[in-house]
């Protein structure tokens, strides 16, 4: 797996204008790229297997989203989804990349995804959406603080829990050891006030009602075993908000397909750059 890099980033959302985004890449930068969006609980680590299959043919990045890992954290706590667009906006500039032949968003990097494709549209050619996440801006009030307040009391990386249990949550029951160890570790790139951050922008947007605003192609993979982001409240809502976008089934998996099923993962990502 490639080494950790880091790149100045100039951004509005950063303090004073400037910040650091860590991040991952292979591959020779003159090959189309492809950027990677990790979920709320894992890191650039998580696409261990699109940098192994990809990287010949493609400059594969994946980023540390902001307040994860090292990369600076967006200042404040109430962040918006469009503060992670500015911050991705700002490190394809820092790295020269114009555009992206896809770029790829997994639970919580789906919903980021969707933000930034409707706001810059010129920079991405597709977009691929696995294990997506609806989000929650739809829900409003009393309902809303409770379950904000509800998700953001168990966000805290100290709080001790058995990483079997959370592997268990988030892969398929024959997942093999390898791929269930590496799932493992990918918390370890979590900080809690980047995790909080990254909660309460869930709660700042609903992505079945901006999909339709997104004009490049569309793909949306679903694991059938999913416990997180079931296919009827998260994929089946996205696909009919958007019916045009390409469905994906991923047969006896779960929420981690870029590990479950590397080899369909990458060839999904293979044919939504080549329509780019």
Same mark, same amino acid.
């Given at each position: 797996?490639?080494?950790?890099?880091?790149?100045?980033?100039?951004?509005?959302?950063?303090?004073?204008?400037?910040?650091?985004?860590?991040?991952?890449?292979?591959?020779?930068?003159?090959?189309?790229? !492809?950027?990677? %969006?990790?979920? =709320?609980?894992? #890191? +650039?680590? &998580?696409?261990?297997?699109?940098? @192994?299959?990809?990287? $010949?043919?493609?400059?594969?990045?994946?980023?540390?989203?902001?307040?994860?890992?090292?990369?600076?954290?967006?200042?404040?706590?109430?962040?918006?989804?469009?503060?992670?667009?500015?911050?991705?906006?700002?490190?394809?500039?820092?790295?020269? !990349?114009?555009? %992206?032949?896809? =770029?790829?968003? #997994? +639970?919580? &990097?789906?919903?980021?995804?969707? @933000?930034?494709?409707? $706001?810059?549209?010129?920079?991405?050619?597709?977009?691929?959406?696995?294990?997506?996440?609806?989000?929650?801006?739809?829900?409003?009030?009393?309902?809303?603080?409770?379950?904000?307040?509800?998700?953001?009391?168990?966000?805290?990386?100290?709080?001790?829990?058995?990483?079997?249990?959370?592997?268990?949550?988030?892969?398929?029951?024959?997942?093999?050891?390898?791929?269930?160890?590496?799932?493992?570790?990918?918390?370890?790139?979590?900080?809690?006030?980047?995790?909080?951050?990254?909660?309460?922008?869930?709660?700042?947007?609903?992505?079945?009602?901006?999909?339709?605003?997104?004009?490049?192609?569309?793909?949306?993979?679903?694991?059938?075993?999913?416990?997180?982001?079931?296919?009827?409240?998260?994929?089946?809502?996205?696909?009919?908000?958007?019916?045009?976008?390409?469905?994906?089934?991923?047969?006896?998996?779960?929420?981690?397909?870029?590990?479950?099923?590397?080899?369909?993962?990458?060839?999904?990502?293979?044919?939504?750059?080549?329509?780019?």
């Amino acid at each position: 797996m490639p080494a950790l890099a880091r790149a100045d980033v100039v951004s509005s959302v950063f303090s004073g204008q400037r910040g650091q985004m860590e991040y991952r890449s292979a591959g020779n930068p003159s090959n189309p790229a !492809v950027l990677m %969006l990790h979920g =709320l609980g894992s #890191s +650039s680590a &998580g696409y261990r297997a699109q940098f @192994a299959g990809l990287s $010949r043919d493609f400059h594969v990045i994946a980023w540390n989203a902001p307040g994860f890992g090292r990369s600076s954290p967006i200042p404040g706590q109430d962040a918006d989804i469009d503060g992670y667009t500015n911050a991705l906006e700002g490190l394809l500039r820092a790295l020269g !990349v114009r555009r %992206l032949a896809a =770029l790829v968003g #997994s +639970s919580w &990097g789906s919903v980021v995804a969707l @933000a930034f494709a409707r $706001r810059y549209p010129s920079l991405i050619g597709s977009l691929v959406l696995s294990a997506p996440n609806a989000a929650r801006g739809h829900i409003t009030g009393e309902a809303r603080d409770a379950e904000l307040n509800a998700w953001l009391r168990m966000a805290d990386v100290d709080i001790l829990v058995s990483r079997a249990a959370i592997a268990n949550r988030l892969v398929a029951p024959h997942t093999p050891a390898q791929v269930r160890q590496h799932v493992e570790c990918l918390r370890d790139g979590m900080t809690t006030d980047g995790w909080r951050q990254a909660i309460r922008s869930l709660f700042t947007v609903y992505t079945p009602d901006i999909i339709a605003a997104v004009k490049s192609p569309i793909a949306i993979l679903s694991g059938t075993l999913d416990q997180v982001a079931p296919y009827r409240d998260h994929a089946g809502r996205l696909l009919a908000a958007a019916p045009s976008a390409m469905a994906h089934s991923f047969e006896d998996c779960g929420h981690i397909l870029k590990l479950e099923a590397p080899s369909k993962f990458n060839a999904v990502v293979r044919e939504m750059a080549a329509q780019a």
